[in-house]
């Protein structure tokens, strides 16, 4: 009797309490240091690099290779986005790009804009942003380079995920009835 009322307690802190998960992600070139921790009511923790370098190994692994495999891969991001990311604590971007020709540095930062502004539109248009987000684009016109810093925080309950699907699941049982 104790055990069952001490997992059901258990299950409910699971659902209700808010997840924290923190990216914090330097790229200079093909040198990639990333730095992901979890939080969990007010307790860290640092996701080893060793862990990370072989996630890293199975996503280079997937065949992107197609463009439908490349849109298939970016729709399962978002809806995996959607469907996590309830808060966005923080969210700062600074990036550097070049390819050594003004025209196409210049043309690769628009690009970089014309993702990021529908994605935070929704994010806001949605009340998920707690604070602007801080970003910072800029074009390298001499040589080729890629520089990034990325730092995001964001948060989700797992019992509102677990709602927002079953109402996704209820919505497309009726469009089919």
């Known amino acids: 009797m104790l055990l069952s009322l001490f997992l ?4 409910l802190f699971l659902l209700t309490a808010v997840f924290e998960v923190e990216i914090e992600l330097e790229a200079d070139g093909r040198r990639v240091h990333p730095v992901i921790r979890a939080g969990l009511a007010g307790l860290t923790l640092t996701i080893p690099p060793r862990l990370l370098r ?6 280079r692994r997937r065949n992107l290779h197609s463009p ?5 891969g970016l729709k399962l991001g978002l809806w995996l986005m959607d469907s996590f990311v309830q808060r966005v604590q923080l969210f700062h ?3 550097v790009i070049g390819t050594g020709d003004p025209f196409w540095s210049a043309l690769s930062c628009g690009g970089l804009w014309s ?6 539109t929704g994010l806001s248009a949605g009340g998920r942003l707690k604070e602007a987000p801080q ?5 390298e016109f001499e040589r080729p380079c890629l520089r990034v ?4 925080i964001f948060s989700f309950r797992l019992g509102q995920i677990m709602i927002n699907e079953l109402k996704r699941a209820a919505f497309a049982w009726q469009a089919r009835t």
Not at 54 to 59: G, I, S, Y
Not at 68 to 72: G, H, I, S, T, V
Request: charged residues 15%.
């Open 68 to 72: 439908e495999q490349l849109l298939r």
């Open 54 to 59: 072989k996630v890293n190994e199975l996503v």
């Open 149 to 152: 810093y990325l730092h995001c």
């Open 115 to 120: 993702l990021l502004g529908p994605l935070f």
């Open 135 to 139: 970003i910072t684009i800029e074009p």
């Open 8 to 11: 059901l307690l258990l299950v």
């Open 93 to 95: 971007l600074q990036a």
